[in-house]
């Protein structure tokens, strides 16, 4: 699901230049450079023997320091809408829109993470791997969440995928076809227009 999907924090959806040149770079530091990101993904779903479990196409927008749309479009129609203190998540299929508070107690959530500078933790620790058709692997092994591993993949210092491996070494894979970042977004593209038919559910406190 989607909403599953933001409890993992994905800090490092960026483009890493210095990675592609062999020079030092702070990842902490670039990300706070960031004020925009938009892009189209595939995300797959994998067992633990690497069988194809899910195959969904979508997008993303995100814009600082309180808004992202997160749309899955095949094969079904989920969204997910974070603006300022609130979240909203919409499933086609079953009709139905779930909105709670986002509050700063959700940090461990790799939106939270990205969205509020203040509550980046410095520490974070990654692995980097060189290989030989050009790519950059940057793997997290000490995050918390629902995920044990994350793993990116870069060539020529843009980000290409992620993939997320979980305690029961089953795995998300998330391909990129298209990232920019600092691009201009309007606040009007998070004014998400959900149908009037929906059932709304209204967890907020």
């Keep these: 699901m989607v909403y599953d999907l933001l409890k993992f924090p994905l800090l490092f959806i960026v483009v890493f230049p210095g990675l592609a040149a062999g ?9 706070e450079t960031i004020e925009t990101i938009q892009g189209e993904f595939i995300q797959r779903s994998l067992d633990g023997s690497s069988q194809m479990l899910q195959e969904s196409t979508g997008e993303i927008f995100i ?4 808004q992202l749309l997160w749309k899955m479009k095949h094969p079904n129609q989920k969204t997910v809408l974070i603006d300022k203190n609130t979240i909203t998540y919409f499933d086609a299929d079953l009709e139905q829109i779930v909105i709670s508070d986002y509050l700063e107690e959700n940090q ?12 980046i933790n410095s520490t974070y620790r990654f692995k980097e791997k060189k290989l030989s ?14 995920y044990k591993s994350i793993t990116f993949t870069f060539n020529s210092g843009t980000v290409q995928g992620i993939n997320l491996l979980d305690n029961s070494a089953n795995s998300i894979s998330i391909e990129f076809t298209r990232f920019e970042i600092n691009q201009i977004l309007s606040d009007n593209l998070f004014n998400f227009q959900y149908p009037s038919s929906a059932d709304v559910i209204d967890q907020r406190r």
């Design 23 to 31: 020079n030092d770079f702070d990842p902490i530091d670039y990300l």
């Design 133 to 146: 058709n050009g790519e950059t692997h940057i793997s997290f092994d000490d995050v918390e969440g629902d």
């Design 108 to 119: 461990v959530s790799w939106v939270n993470l990205f969205l509020n500078n203040s509550a």
């Design 63 to 66: 814009k600082k320091p309180n």
